[in-house]
């Protein structure tokens, strides 16, 4: 049976390792629905106390907080980044080459909304 995509959603960012970090979009692409960042936030919000999900390890595709800066909850999340050895610069980005997680899509699995090409079909 195929995993639905907020399970996929949760498992993916309870694999996030200490010290690294995804994006809304790279979560979304690897539970199979590359256009499902918004998804992605929904299952944060509804799930991350429940199943204990490192939300602070989920940035937004530049590499910053989603949250206002200067507010409780982005403060929360910087210092939690912090604990683990993640650094942001004086503009509030961090370095996705150094940080990002480098999770891959399996091999053979193929995103929904990816066009086969003429030379695939029979």
Excluded at 76 to 97: A, W
């Amino acid at each position: 049976m195929k995993e639905s995509f907020a399970k996929a959603v949760t498992r993916l960012i309870a694999a996030i390792p200490e010290g690294k970090v995804a994006s809304y979009g790279q979560i979304a692409k690897l539970a199979g629905k590359p256009q499902g960042s918004r998804g992605v936030a929904w299952v944060l919000h509804s799930s991350s106390e429940t199943h204990h999900l490192p939300w602070h390890r989920v940035l937004n595709s530049r590499g910053r907080i989603s949250f206002p800066e200067g507010s409780a909850l982005y403060m929360k999340q910087k210092r939690l980044l912090k604990k683990e050895g993640v650094f942001f610069s004086p503009s509030g980005e961090l370095d996705l080459d150094l940080y990002q997680w480098k999770k891959r899509e399996r091999a053979g699995k193929k995103s929904r909304n990816q066009p086969r090409m003429f030379s695939e079909q029979k």
